[in-house]
């Protein structure tokens, strides 16, 4: 069989999906599934199919509606469900931390859904992750108020709507990479995270990566191969 054909176990996707599980051994980390735009039947047999490949690095189902999520957990029963991340996790325990730490910093609570997103994909891609919930640039003592954690980070995300003027003000305050996430939270001429999207791009400071918006899991992830291990 070639290297990457498709896996017998896998026969019952056919004309449906064709599962990466070489991907962990070929990049590190392991194939996420993405909901969005699924029916809850077809993520029901991907979960089916990653339950009989067996328990390996954490499979993450992300942008998982209700739907989804009952469709994962009728195949993954044990799989870990974090409804405000729209994310499923399994097997459900994170890998033992390793690696440099990641925070996650979050602008508004509004922000939040995408924030525990970026920091799930980070603990289960094996990195010591922490979230700081609402410190805005609408108040900037709060922000402040969280430098030594942040300083003590590898990489940091930072994930904001509106304005987008977070990542910027952290990457002016700490020497890891910061990495932006746009959110599509905001009024009109928000233009469903268009404008912080910009924002974040034109950022003065220097070592600002972006990601697309509400993107937290690419966040995630970016974040986590910068905090390896070296």
């Known amino acids: 069989m070639p290297e990457y054909a498709q896996d017998p176990a896998d026969a019952t996707l056919v004309g449906l999906a064709e599962l990466d599980h ?7 980390y392991p194939e996420a599934v993405y909901c969005e735009g699924k029916t809850a039947a077809q993520v029901a047999a991907i979960a089916a199919a990653v ?14 509606d209700d739907g989804h999520a009952e469709a ?10 974090d409804a405000a991340a ?6 459900p325990a994170p890998p033992p931390p390793a690696g440099g730490k ?29 979230l700081v919930v609402d410190v805005g640039v609408a108040g900037l003592h709060r922000v402040l108020g969280k430098l030594d954690l942040l300083r003590a980070a ?16 952290v990457a002016g305050l700490i020497a890891a990479p910061v990495v932006a996430v746009p959110t599509s939270v905001g009024y009109g001429a928000a233009f469903g995270g268009l404008a912080p999207l910009l924002a974040m791009l034109n950022a003065c400071a ?25």
């Open 86 to 91: 729209r994310l499923l996790a399994w097997p």
């Open 51 to 64: 339950r009989e490949k067996g328990a390996g690095p954490a499979t993450l189902f992300t942008r998982a």
């Open 22 to 28: 070489d991907r962990a051994g070929r990049r590190g």
């Open 102 to 130: 990641v925070a996650v910093v979050c602008a508004g609570t509004s922000d939040l859904p995408v924030a525990r997103e970026a920091l799930l994909t980070a603990c289960y891609l094996g990195r010591e992750a922490e």
């Open 72 to 81: 994962v957990l009728a195949e993954l029963p044990e799989a870990r469900h």
């Open 206 to 230: 220097p070592g600002v990566a972006v990601v697309n918006i509400d993107n937290g899991y690419g966040a995630g992830h970016l974040a986590a191969q910068i905090a390896a291990p070296c």
């Open 154 to 169: 590898r990489a940091v995300v930072v994930v904001a709507g509106m304005d987008g003027a977070l990542p910027s003000v």
